[in-house]
Nanobody
Framework: QVQLVESGGRLVQAGGSLRLSCAASGRAFSTHAMGWFRQAPGKEREFVATVDWSGGSTYYADSVKGRFTISKDNAKNTVYLKMNSLKPEDTGVYYC????????????????WGQGTQVTVSS
């Protein structure tokens, strides 16, 4: 069992930066891939980024590649999403999720989800 709590979302101007954090409880953190997803109003939840359970490999959606960085600290049971050069289209609720596998890029592969944190990028 993994419990996830996101933080760090807020209102930011276009071009700005934010770092989201996701604190995990439970001993299974180091054996789970971690991912970030987002959902804009009226749209489906979409994949943003994932990191493998060791923290060594990462994979990004094309829309955020080069701007966002995901990282995983197994010692702190925390996963981060550093977001630079933010755009209005990055606005949405950002969710942290955990998958009981090495790495995962699809929503259906994730078993545990946080409640989400709101990111709003103004133009």
């Amino acid at each position: 069992q993994v419990q996830l709590v996101e933080s760090g979302g807020r209102l930011v101007q276009a071009g700005g930066s934010l770092r989201l954090s996701c604190a995990a409880s439970g001993r299974a953190f180091s054996t789970h891939a971690m991912g970030w997803f987002r959902q804009a109003p009226g749209k489906e939840r979409e994949f943003v980024a994932t990191v493998d359970w060791s923290g060594g490999s990462t994979y990004y959606a094309d829309s955020v590649k080069g701007r966002f960085t995901i990282s995983k600290d197994n010692a702190k049971n925390t996963v981060y999403l550093k977001m630079n050069s933010l755009k209005p289209e990055d606005t949405g609720v950002y969710y942290c999720a955990a998958a009981p596998r090495f790495i995962a890029t699809m929503t259906s592969q994730y078993d545990y989800w946080g409640q989400g944190t709101q990111v709003t990028v103004s133009s």
